[in-house]
C-alpha cells in the first residue's frame, strides 16, 4: 500500500461510524416522479410549477425536522466503558514497557563495564 493513502485510509476508517446517513426509500422518489410525469402530459406549466414547488418546500420542512430531530440527541460516545478501560489498560502497559526500557538501559552497560 502507499506511504501516502495509509494516513487517508486510517482517517476515514475512525470517522465512518461516527457518519449517520439514510438513505431515501425508493418508492416514494418513483412515486414523486410518476406524480411528476402525469401532470406534465397537459398545458397547465404554472400549476405544475407551483405543485413542484409546494412539494420541494414540504420535503424541505421534512428534512430540516430531520435535522433538528438529528441534532437534538445527544453523539454517541465514541467508546463503551469496557473499551476505554481496556485502552487505559494498553496504554499503562506501553508506558511502563518503555520506562522499563530506558531505566534498565544504563545498568546493561555498568554490568559490562565491570
Same mark, same amino acid.
Given at each position: ?6 494516513? %487517508?485510509?486510517?482517517? @476515514?476508517?475512525?470517522?465512518? &461510524? ?6 431515501? &426509500?425508493?418508492? *416514494? ?6 406524480? *411528476?410525469?402525469? &401532470?406534465?402530459?397537459? *398545458?397547465?406549466?404554472?400549476?405544475? *410549477?407551483? %405543485?413542484?414547488?409546494? =412539494? ?7 428534512? =430540516?425536522?430531520? %435535522? ?6 445527544? &453523539? ?11 485502552? @487505559? ?18 545498568? =546493561? ?6
Amino acid at each position: 500500500m502507499h506511504r501516502a493513502l495509509f494516513p %487517508l485510509l486510517l482517517a @476515514v476508517s475512525l470517522l465512518a &461510524p461516527t457518519v449517520h446517513a439514510q438513505e431515501a &426509500p425508493a418508492a *416514494d422518489v418513483e412515486e414523486q416522479t410518476s406524480e *411528476d410525469a402525469a &401532470p406534465a402530459a397537459t *398545458d397547465n406549466a404554472p400549476a405544475i *410549477d407551483t %405543485l413542484a414547488l409546494q =412539494r420541494l418546500r414540504q420535503e424541505n420542512q421534512r428534512l =430540516r425536522l430531520q %435535522l433538528q430531530e438529528a441534532q437534538s440527541q445527544a &453523539p454517541l460516545p465514541l467508546l463503551s466503558e469496557e473499551q476505554k478501560w481496556f485502552a @487505559v489498560g494498553g496504554s499503562v502497559g506501553v508506558a511502563s514497557f518503555l520506562l522499563g526500557l530506558l531505566v534498565t538501559r544504563g545498568r =546493561r552497560r555498568r554490568q559490562w563495564l565491570n
